[in-house]
């Protein structure tokens, strides 16, 4: 795991789009594994830029993102399908038909996981996967457990994930209680991983992350284990780490 120390928010969403558009001027055709959430948004900003520039094209880029609200369809404001238009692929040249995201809409919570672990295991899993944290150590929505998820599953969101996600809604209430994500196997397939982190109040879990046990009730403390894992984070964010 190497760990890429940023100034502030500003800078580490220069860094993380650094890191994957270089992946995609390399491997034009490459896979992206994306996230959703305001830690990536910056990130998400300055690629826009660059392709507005005309320094990067997405032409053949695919993009498989972690996860999706339960019983939001693609077309609702709140779902993540919708925020990956809104943030990114509206304002790229990517191919609709490349982007996935998990079927929210789809009551039958077994169908669309398994349908959505093929499509991932079809493509080959993700070149890049990029991965935000939770204050709880989540990634995706891969709460804290007593065992490391495998595929894609329907989870209960935490208390604290709820309240944390809220402030993308009116309010707390509307935020849904469930959500379709990938499972942590499936995220450890990746051929490379980019986590990032900004603020205070992820720093204990970028601790714990980074330097803690490995153990399901820290999800993230998995990514000690891949082959090819970079972390950019922020002062605030590495506050309780070793220099």
């Not at 499509?119 to 899993?125: K, P, S």
Request: glycine letters at 6%; aromatic letters at 8%; a negative charge.
């Amino acid at each position: 795991m190497k760990i890429i120390h940023a100034k502030d928010y500003a800078d580490m969403s220069r860094k993380a789009a650094n890191i994957i558009s270089a992946r995609v001027i390399l491997q034009p055709d490459c896979i992206l594994g994306l996230a959703t959430g305001t830690s990536p948004i910056g990130a998400y900003q300055q690629l826009i830029k660059w392709y507005e520039k005309g320094d990067v094209d997405f032409a053949q880029v695919r993009t498989y993102n972690l996860d999706e609200y339960r019983g939001l369809s693609h077309e609702d404001p709140q779902s993540y399908h919708y925020f990956m238009h809104e943030n990114l692929f509206d304002h790229i040249n990517i191919d609709p038909a490349n982007v996935h995201v998990p079927d929210g809409s789809n009551p039958d919570a077994a169908e669309a996981c398994a349908t959505y672990d093929k499509l991932v295991a079809e493509a080959g899993f993700c070149d890049l996967q990029l991965l935000g944290i939770g204050r709880n150590g989540h990634i995706g929505f891969n709460e804290p457990d007593d065992a490391f998820s495998k595929g894609t599953h329907c989870v209960d969101l935490t208390e604290s994930t709820i309240e944390a996600n809220s402030r993308l809604f009116d309010n707390a209430d509307d935020v849904p209680r469930q959500a379709y994500t990938m499972g942590v196997q499936t995220i450890m397939h990746a051929r490379s991983i980019l986590m990032i982190a900004s603020g205070a109040d992820k720093a204990q879990a970028v601790h714990d992350m980074c330097f803690g046990p490995v153990t399901p009730r820290v999800p993230a403390s998995i990514l000690q284990l891949h082959t090819n894992c970079v972390v950019v984070a922020d002062e605030a964010a590495l506050a309780d780490c070793p220099e």
